[in-house]
């Protein structure tokens, strides 16, 4: 093998506006470099109590069992359906979007019955079907997905769902990836019992250390199941020893992840949870009059419209990928195409956390326009433009 020649690291300058990762704030990227410490060290465990408290903010909880769990959002997804989903029990999971399907593997995996709620892909839940469902099936647990990336639909009518769920007896379990830090999340005021996120969406950080949060009720759950979960490295019950009041060696926290998460989160708390809420909203409110005034749509109805992630229509005839590469290669911003059902009908758009900001909507209408009448579309650049910039 010969000795490998590999140039110093340069990615391009992107800016990120896709379905995440979303520009990370320069503080967070600070906090990364910062020399490492033990993950049993006891500054190290003043760290990881700063970072569960400032979890519990954003996620508006007391819950005391939140925390970052190591790897992607995926991880804190597996955790939260492979602890709570026993052998044999039911989870009633959702068909209108990609992340529903990915609970349902999950759910399946960890040796659950999995039967489903319809709603097409680019619509919300309605909770009369989900009461349907509920009494057809009698799950044990109920997953939904507040914030659906594949489809830019924010689910509404939360209290209403988990309602639904608790007058049954079932656990709920919310996937927030892409709402934690973008979108009105109220975990204890609305009753969801589990709510797990990513920290590479609305958070701003790199990916790494996810979100967790559970109740005292479904954390009960989950430390009196007959047989252990079959993943070892998220046992709940074994993680306990190292988040909870124990500090025991599970396995080594990512350090670095857990600074950059602490990091973002501050960050959260400086400008106020509501506040960011309304940002987003803000933000993202022009970047979608900017494109209806470039007379291009953007698919879900203003009830369920996701600020965070914008599923813009593409015009007839015109290829999404090529302007997803015009984009890249013109402008080095990143937006995505569509997934699934939505493959080829929609382009979608992140606003999220350092990304929902007005330069970056500026940049991302006026680009997008461009974009799309070079490849055919009869757009509006300078209204879209124009509307933008009243807006910001
Ligand atoms: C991104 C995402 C996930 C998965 O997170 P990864 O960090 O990619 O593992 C799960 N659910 C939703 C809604 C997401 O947007």
């Known amino acids: 093998m010969d000795r490998p020649e590999v140039p110093e690291l340069a990615p391009p300058d992107r800016t990120l506006m896709g379905p995440g990762p979303s520009d990370v704030h320069p503080r967070v990227l600070r906090a990364m470099a910062t020399p490492l410490v033990g993950h049993l060290d006891p500054a190290f465990v003043e760290i990881m109590d700063e970072t569960q408290e400032l979890l519990r903010y954003a996620f508006r909880t007391d819950n005391e069992w939140t925390i970052p769990v190591s790897g992607t959002g995926s991880a804190s997804m597996e955790a939260a359906i492979g602890n709570v989903v026993e052998p044999g029990e039911t989870m009633l999971v959702p068909t209108n979007g990609y992340f529903g399907g990915r609970m349902a593997e999950m759910a399946r995996r960890a040796g659950g019955e999995v039967v489903e709620v319809d709603a097409p892909w680019g619509e919300p839940l309605n909770p009369a079907d989900v009461a349907d469902a509920f009494d057809e099936y009698q799950p044990d647990v109920f997953g939904f997905v507040h914030a659906e990336t594949s489809t830019g639909v924010r689910q509404p009518d939360v209290p209403e769902l988990t309602g639904i769920a608790h007058d049954h007896d ?102 106020g949870i509501e506040r960011r809420w309304e940002r987003h909203r803000e933000t993202a409110g022009a970047l979608k009059a900017g494109v209806e005034a470039m007379g291009v749509g953007l698919e879900p109805d203003d009830e369920y419209w996701l600020p965070s992630l914008n599923a813009v229509s593409v015009p007839d005839g015109v290829d999404d990928a090529a302007v997803i590469d015009d984009l890249l290669d013109g402008y080095d911003l990143e937006i995505a195409s569509g997934l699934g059902d939505l493959a080829g009908e929609i382009l979608r758009v992140g606003c999220m956390g350092h990304s929902a900001r007005p330069a970056n909507v500026s940049l991302l209408v006026s680009a997008l326009g461009t974009a799309l009448r070079d490849r055919g579309a009869d757009v509006d650049v300078a209204a879209g433009a124009e509307t933008v910039a009243e807006r910001l």
């Open 170 to 271: 079932a656990v709920v379990i919310a996937d927030c990836v892409t709402s934690l830090g973008g979108v009105e999340l109220r975990v204890d005021e609305w009753d969801i019992d589990v709510a797990y996120a990513g920290p590479q969406k609305c958070l701003s950080c790199p990916p790494g250390a996810s979100p967790l949060t559970l109740s005292d009720d479904a954390m009960e759950k989950v430390l009196s199941r007959e047989a252990p979960p079959r993943s070892w490295y998220l046992d709940l019950s074994l993680l306990e020893g190292y988040w909870g009041d124990e500090r025991a060696y599970h396995h080594t926290a990512p350090v670095t992840n857990v600074y950059a998460l602490r990091e973002a989160l501050r960050l959260v708390a400086e400008e």
